[in-house]
């Protein structure tokens, strides 16, 4: 549903992960072969990618000041997990955070997260209001009050659902 560009950085890591599911038409793609291999998930870590992906939509629910969808595994929890490592650039001793193995998504996503935050882009990272949709968007508005992934259909929906309230 998703009419926005794809988020900053590795953050796009993140908003593609949750977006492998449509709530709206229960389609997940990490039901895919060719879904779990765009994430590196073998068939053994399917259970522990969902588990990430809906940690992660909750977070970014609450990033859009939405309660979580359901109960999940608190996302702290989840990404405690990881393991990284520091890395500095040799040329301009900058440092990041990066995983240890560039192979667990868990690692991946830690780190993607952990730029973020140096970046302050984290919590611009959203899910969609609209209880059908929950679709991950980077909410680039001027304010960061962002409150569907698209305007032109949950906003559209949105509106309409109120406006046929009225009558």
Known sequence: MNDRSPAPGGLALVQSLVNTLDIETGAD??????????FGVPQSGLEQARELRESLRATLLAHAGHPPHGTVTPLGELLARAHLVVTVDAGDGSAALAPADEGPLLSRVVAAVAQAL????????????????????????????GRWCSMQVCGARAKMRRYRAKD
């Open 118 to 145: 140096v970046e302050g882009t984290w919590t611009r990272l959203k899910a969609c209001e609209a209880v059908d949709c929950h679709w991950a968007y980077y909410d680039r508005s001027p304010a960061g009050r």
């Open 29 to 38: 793609s990490l039901d895919g072969a060719e879904g779990r291999a765009r």
